[in-house]
């Protein structure tokens, strides 16, 4: 079954930052298997019928399974809907909210000793902290180092859950803070993450044979950062998390000639076929035959919409969440696809 919103409860606010809060939901016990994720997965929240927000989780799936509680971090931007009505929520309020999707992940085991880094800025932490706390929890002969950007000490969202958990793995885990804003000790520490500093900090920490890479933060920071990874040879142990693409995807292609696309989805195992008009986006237009078809973003950034395309074929605008695997395997963001052929069948549920 596709992923339906559920009604969970505000449990805590806590204030992280001038301009950010934890939200703690409460999933009750009936809801546990269904919210079940893995560290680094997101929420998405509902606003009203057509807005949503996707929220990545910062606790652990052992918060959770042990106390019935997931946590996601808000950051306010300016004139934000949904970041600016959260620092106001209180506890007992409600919240729908879509079980867990994503994959900014890994596989765990604890027989692995692997080392593990992170290039984080502002709320880009979120996900990093539950993917640090489970893989140092999971692996003991594990390593994590994080890389975390702020412009200055007091906006680093979960600096105590951070300091916790380095007290908990002192050995194990490095947390590197570099701020914009405010010199620090080391000349290095001190600036923007930007590709040159990026590279720096891989030497001086020696993180040039990290196994697996994790970026979230703005467009700017994960660019550099990759541009410095390939550099050392690592561009193939990355996964992404983009929050905001910053820039708007491009209008989609000019389409030749007119007319419409004869169009079949898959979805909870039922087949639905519609006619489209050529140049409209594929989301949109099944919208409005499967109401609950699973959308977030509409940006490219979430990855919420995606499905496999089983015939035919489609141009997209933007894609900044697939990975190239699952390109290769025929995946396609609907929020950014056109048709470009006369008939296309595409399968959410695969
Ligand atoms: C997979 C995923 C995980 C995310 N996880 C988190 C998280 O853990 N914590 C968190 O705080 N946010 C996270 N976000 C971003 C979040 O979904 C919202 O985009 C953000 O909170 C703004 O929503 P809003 O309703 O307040 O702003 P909107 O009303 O949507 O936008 C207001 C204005 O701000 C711009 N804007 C929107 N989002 C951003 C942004 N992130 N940065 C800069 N400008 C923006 C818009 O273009 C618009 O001009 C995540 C997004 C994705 C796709
Ligand atoms: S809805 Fe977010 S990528 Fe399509």
Sequence with gaps: MSPTFHELTVAAVEQLTPSAVALTLAVP?????????????????RLDEAERRSYSICSTPADLREHGLLTIGVKRVPGGAFSTRA?????????????????FTTELDPARARRYGAIVAGSGVTPVLSLAATAL????????TVLCGNRSAAEVMFADALADLKDRFPGRLQLVHVLSREMQPSELLSGRLDADRTTALLKAFELAAVDEWFLCGPLGVVRSA???????GAAGRVHVELFHAEEPPPLAAAVEGGGTVGVR??????????AMERGERVLDAALRHRGELPYACKGGVCSTCRAKVVSGSVEMAANWALEPDELAAGYVLTCQSTPTSDDLALDFDA
């Design 137 to 144: 929890g999971t692996e003991p002969g594990s390593t994590f």
């Design 226 to 232: 990759r541009e410095a990874l390939a550099a050392v």
């Design 87 to 103: 620092q106001e929520l209180a506890p007992g309020e409600p919240l729908a909210v879509l079980p867990p999707l994503g994959r």
């Design 29 to 45: 016990e009936p809801l546990r298997e269904v919210f079940a994720f893995r560290p680094g997965q997101h929420v998405t929240v």
């Design 265 to 274: 989805i898959l979805l909870d195992g039922r087949s639905t076929e519609f």
